[in-house]
């Protein structure tokens, strides 16, 4: 059973820095892509990043060189390092992967930047 479980949100100030993890099971982690989303309160939920199986990156031009993804297969887990954080950062992030044809989705984690 594919669960996707996110960690690592919080309350920060502007300029800040979280990092988010997206612990991934029940699949072939290393053979999958996996997405960043995020839900701002009344906003429609948009990409943020993307890492393929391979390790191509994709970013949304609105965090370009300020986040960073990652995955490391050893521990199946993906990473999102976020710095230089803006209230309009501010949202639940969730990572995605769609396996088999099928889309997983965590239950996302909060992050609040103040300023």
């Known amino acids: 059973q594919v669960h996707l479980v996110e960690s690592g949100g919080g309350l920060v100030q502007a300029g800040g820095s979280l990092r988010l993890s997206c612990a991934a099971s029940?699949?072939?982690?290393?053979?999958?892509?996996i997405r960043w989303y995020r839900q701002a309160p009344g906003k429609e939920r948009e990409l943020v990043a993307i890492?393929?199986?391979?390790?191509?990156?994709t970013y949304v031009d609105s965090v370009k060189g300020r986040f960073t993804i990652s995955r490391d297969n050893a521990k199946n887990t993906v990473y999102l390092h976020m710095n230089s954080l803006k209230p309009d950062d501010t949202a639940v992030y969730y990572c995605?992967?769609?396996?088999?044809?099928?889309?997983?989705w965590g239950q996302g984690t909060q992050v609040t930047v103040s300023s």
């Open positions: 995605r992967a769609l396996v088999t044809s099928q889309l997983y």
């Open positions: 029940g699949f072939a982690f290393m053979n999958y892509g």
């Open positions: 890492i393929s199986a391979s390790g191509g990156i």
